[in-house]
């Protein structure tokens, strides 16, 4: 399976070098295009795989072609692609958006649009943690798209992590949670090991101590399968230092910024909707 990228920024290098790491291509089967950025595309060859000079290249060559470019230009990408591929050409392959906000009927509308029907495409909202297997993704699939089409998909965003099947209609929800969500988290990382400088330690230290203990508590939450209120009474102890901890978070508003956050990204996915 050769796979492709129109768009080679960050959310591709990290499912690029996600699928790579977790051996489900080769780095020698990818193919990107980029806009400008010289030295990306010199960092790409260098480990084998192949530059192409466009979007239309990129698709011509890959049997899973990810749109991996900002939302606004997913819609003029694939135009080039429908100015330069015929149906027939285009048929067997699939077209994987991982754009925030741009819908399948937007995509699809380039097709439409001129009454051609459009190759099967897929939307998927993934997030960076797929560099290191650790993806939490959903998707959803356009009209033309075969079960074996959406498997191709899911497969390759399974390998790297989690990866739901879910409608349409929450992909902005999802967006919110896990698209977004590392960022929310990498603050908190970073907020964790101040807090354990200002206390005393080393930095190096309180980075890798306040990391580990995100990454042990999601572990207990996945694999207990208790909910977090139960696991987080388990380390309360009365009178004791963590609920004098968790009463400056609840003072803090700690609950109502996080659901805020994810609410706002989640509006603002819907927002991207209406401009593409
Ligand atoms: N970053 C993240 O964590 C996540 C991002 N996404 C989605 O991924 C997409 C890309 O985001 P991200 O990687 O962060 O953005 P980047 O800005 O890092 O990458 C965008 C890429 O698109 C390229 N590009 C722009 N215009 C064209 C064009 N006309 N033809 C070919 N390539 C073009 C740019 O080229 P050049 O570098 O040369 O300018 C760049 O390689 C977005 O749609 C975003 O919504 C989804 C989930 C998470
Ligand atoms: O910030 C963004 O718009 C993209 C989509 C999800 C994560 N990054």
Redesign the pocket.
């Known amino acids: 399976m050769r796979v492709g990228f129109?768009?080679?920024?960050?959310?591709?290098d990290a499912l690029a070098c996600g699928f790579v790491s977790a051996n489900m291509i080769k780095f020698t089967d990818l193919t990107m295009?980029?806009?400008?950025?010289v030295e990306?595309r010199e960092a790409f060859a260098k480990r084998g795989g192949v530059v192409a000079p466009d979007?239309v290249s990129v698709a011509k060559s890959s049997d899973v072609v990810f749109l991996?470019?900002?939302?606004p230009?997913i819609k003029?990408?694939l135009e080039e692609v429908y100015g330069g591929c015929d149906a027939d050409e285009l048929k067997p392959k699939v077209f994987v958006s991982?754009?925030?906000g741009v819908t399948l009927d937007v995509m699809e509308g380039v097709w439409t649009s001129k009454n051609a029907t459009p190759p099967p495409m897929v939307r998927v909202?993934?997030?960076?943690p797929c560099l290191v297997g650790a993806a939490a993704s959903g998707l959803c699939v356009g009209s033309t798209c075969s079960d074996d089409d959406r498997n191709k998909a899911l497969a390759l965003m399974s390998a790297v992590g989690v990866c739901k099947v879910i409608m349409e209609s929450q992909m902005s929800a999802l967006t919110g949670v896990s698209?977004s969500g590392p960022a929310y988290i990498f603050i908190l990382i970073e907020a964790m090991a101040d807090g354990g400088v200002r206390a005393g330690l080393p930095r190096d230290v309180a980075l890798q101590l306040a990391a580990q203990t995100f990454y042990g508590a999601a572990k207990m939450v996945l694999e207990t399968g208790e909910h977090p209120g139960v696991l987080k009474d388990k380390v309360c102890s009365p009178g004791g230092t963590t609920i004098t901890a968790v009463h400056e978070l609840e003072k803090a508003g700690v609950r109502q910024a996080m659901m805020n956050a994810v609410v706002a990204a989640a509006a603002r996915g819907d927002e991207l909707a209406k401009l593409s």
Do not use: E, H, L
């Open positions: 129109i768009g080679y920024g960050n959310m591709a295009c980029n806009k400008s950025n990306r979007a991996a470019v900002k939302p230009y003029s990408v991982v754009a925030a909202m993934p997030n960076t698209g």
